[in-house]
Each structure stands twice: as structure tokens, then as C-alpha cells.
């Protein structure tokens, strides 16, 4: 069974709008990651909230961790036609041997010009 | 681009034919993992490793084998390919610091179909 679970599955947005997505977790995590995956291509790394933090930035990014409801979110703000991608987060679970991660099943955003 | 290379890219095989991918890394980092990624299942782990000789199972492992005889290769093999096995399959590489907070770098996939 999968660890995250995104919401919403699909996001269509026009470019300069802001997008919002939500991951729920279910096990104690040592970290929580975002990825972003363009048609067709390898997953790259956005950015990296640990559990004893709550807010991180990075560019146009604002990752949120509220490890009590055991939830994250992921704003882009000002949205571009180049954000349009697959957007997963991924948790690392306390204890958890060799850094692996557990994937949610993704968001995919369409930013329309 | 991390210096991943996964081989080959694309792959047609036959049912219950064996098949190897490989996975080839220059940053000398210590983890690597196979994973897999379906429609409807974002990516699942299949296999890791955490040193040379040293690999564990993942969450779904069954019907596949792996291997890593030097640092930099991570071998892949579906041992007598089915067609659930079909997918596009991601090699990634992550360091050991930072105890565990650290990302991981993915290769650019390979899609394996079968037939």
C-alpha cells in the first residue's frame, strides 16, 4: 500500500495562478519530499522538509509539514506553462533501513498559457 | 542530470524469457533502488541497495531478482517475464548522510514491455 495519497489527482490551472496540492501520510517520517516528473522523464528533486520542521521555501516553492494530522502540502506560486508536470511526494519513515522512500501517486498540473 | 545511466531505455520481450536491466552510477553514492511505476500506483520500491553484495526486498519484489557486485551497477532481473511486469522502471541513487535526509536522483526510466 502506498504511504502518501495526493489530493487532488488533477490540477488545471492558468499560468500566473498559484497550485496547491496535498499529501497525507500514514507512519512516523524522518523526512518528507517532493518530486516533480515531466512525460516521459526521470523524477526530480524539489525540496526536503524534516519532521521537526514546518514551513520550508525554495524559489517559487512552499512546502508546509504538519506532522500531527500527518500531512503536507505544496504551493507553486505564480504559476508557469514549464510547471506542467507530475508532482509526488515522498516520505522517509522513521527506522526505515537504506533512505527509501515511499511515493504518493502523484498530482498531475496542467498550467495553460 | 546526477550521473545515472540506465540500460537499456526500451525493451520488447517475450513471456517468460529473462531479462536484465542495469543501472550504472558515477557519484559513488552508497543506496540504490529499483523501482517500478504503473498508472494509478506512483512509483513502488522493488528492490534496494545499501553496499556492494548488501540488498534487501522492497514492497514489491516478488519475480524479481537484483544484484550489486561493484558500487556504481545495480542489476535489475525479471527472472521469467509475465505481463504484469510490464512498466517503466526507475533506477535512483541517494547518499548516506545527514542521517537520511537526503534526496534521492532518479535515472531516466526504462519502459519494458511484454509480450
Known amino acids: 500500500s502506498q504511504q502518501g495519497e495526493e489530493d487532488p489527482q488533477a490540477l488545471s490551472i492558468q499560468e500566473g495562478e498559484n497550485a496547491t496540492m496535498n499529501c497525507s501520510y500514514k507512519t512516523s517520517i524522518n523526512n518528507l519530499q517532493w518530486y516533480r516528473q515531466n512525460s516521459g522523464r526521470g523524477l526530480v528533486h524539489l525540496i526536503l522538509?524534516?519532521?521537526?520542521?514546518r514551513e520550508k521555501h525554495s524559489g517559487r516553492l512552499r512546502v508546509t509539514l504538519d506532522t500531527s494530522k500527518k500531512s503536507s502540502s505544496l504551493l507553486i506560486t505564480a504559476s508557469r506553462a514549464a510547471d506542467t508536470a507530475s508532482y509526488f511526494c515522498a516520505t522517509a519513515a522513521v527506522g526505515s533501513a537504506g533512505n527509501k522512500l515511499t511515493f504518493g501517486g502523484g498530482t498531475r498540473v496542467l498550467v495553460k498559457p | 542530470d546526477a550521473g545515472i545511466t540506465q540500460s537499456p531505455r526500451h525493451k520488447v520481450t517475450e513471456t517468460g524469457t529473462p531479462v536484465t536491466l542495469r543501472c550504472h552510477q558515477t557519484?559513488?553514492?552508497?543506496?540504490m533502488y529499483w523501482y517500478r511505476q504503473d498508472p494509478g500506483h506512483g512509483l513502488r520500491l522493488i528492490h534496494y541497495s545499501y553496499g556492494v553484495k548488501d540488498t534487501d526486498k522492497g514492497e514489491v519484489s516478488d519475480g524479481y531478482s537484483v544484484s550489486r557486485s561493484k558500487t556504481e551497477d545495480f542489476l535489475l532481473t525479471l527472472e521469467s517475464a509475465t505481463s504484469s511486469q510490464t512498466s517503466v522502471y526507475f533506477c535512483?541513487?541517494?547518499?548516506?548522510?545527514?542521517?537520511?535526509?537526503?534526496?534521492?536522483?532518479f535515472g531516466q526510466g526504462t519502459r519494458l514491455t511484454v509480450v
Open positions: 557519484e559513488n553514492h552508497r543506496y
Open positions: 522538509i524534516r519532521s521537526n520542521e
Open positions: 535512483a541513487i541517494s547518499e548516506s548522510r545527514d542521517r537520511g535526509n537526503t534526496e534521492a536522483f
